[in-house]
């Protein structure tokens, strides 16, 4: 099972700041099936990125995603309100996913 | 615009089995894409259960493969989930949700989440 390790656990922004949330993969996983999520408390998550870098139907862009092999890397270029959240990355591989432990964004 | 609803019983006992169906509105579940289910235990991550195609195709989570049953009634438009031998531990929000696998991999719409507890 490949295992995603998400850091901080917690980063504390303001409004207008960038984040950098990251997701290492304890072994490498194809870009294709690397995506991102955003999670509001009482809400079912939201995907944000796909394929690590293409962005969904209706994301902003100051959602960017990037990264290969075992690191990736979701950017917000500058926070708005409505961003603070908990963020998790997903991979697919060997016929099974896996999410990371999440990152909580809190102002 | 396609949106899935969930639906089931909240509580279940230990050793029963637990029961969820969603029901897909705005796509055909007979079209393209695949079928699944989530669940997040409460102030905790996600985890994939397990996902159906309407070709027949089936794919589980190697850790709950032996308790798990899907199904896709294409007729009704719906797909089901059967967890047998509930403990404590199966307490969570489930989630239905719309998974795509063709180049990329990802569940792009999901449902509002079932909160299901497991005790006597």
């Known amino acids: 099972e490949i295992v995603l390790t998400q850091s901080p656990g917690t980063l504390s922004l303001s409004p207008g700041e960038r984040a950098t949330l990251s997701c290492r993969a304890s072994?490498?996983?194809?870009?294709?099936?690397l995506a991102w999520y955003q999670q509001k408390p009482g809400q079912a998550p939201r995907l944000l990125i796909y394929?690590?870098?293409s962005r969904a139907t209706g994301i902003p862009d100051r959602f960017s995603g990037s990264g290969s092999g075992t690191d990736f890397t979701l950017t917000i270029s500058r926070l708005e309100p409505e961003d603070f959240a908990v963020y998790y990355c997903?991979?697919?591989?060997?016929?099974?996913?896996?999410f990371g432990q999440g990152t909580k964004l809190e102002i | 615009q396609v949106q899935l609803q969930g639906s089931g019983p909240g509580l279940v006992k230990p050793s029963e089995t637990l029961s969820l169906t969603c029901t897909v509105s705005?796509?055909?579940?007979?079209?393209?894409?695949?079928w699944g289910w989530l669940r997040q235990p409460p102030g905790k991550g996600l985890e994939w259960i397990a996902t159906?195609?309407?070709?027949?195709?089936?794919y589980f989570n190697p850790s709950l493969k032996s308790r798990v049953t899907i199904s896709l009634d294409t007729s009704k438009n719906q797909f089901s989930l059967k967890l047998n031998s509930v403990t404590a531990a199966d307490t969570a929000v489930y989630y239905c949700?719309?998974?795509?696998?063709?180049?990329?991999?990802?569940?792009?719409?999901w449902g509002q989440g079932t909160l299901v507890t497991v005790s006597s």
């Open positions: 949700a719309r998974e795509g696998r063709v180049g990329t991999t990802r569940f792009d719409f």
């Open positions: 705005g796509y055909s579940t007979s079209s393209g894409f695949y």
């Open positions: 159906i195609h309407h070709s027949g195709s089936t």
């Open positions: 072994q490498s996983v194809s870009s294709n099936y």
């Open positions: 394929g690590a870098s």
């Open positions: 997903q991979q697919y591989g060997s016929s099974s996913y896996t």
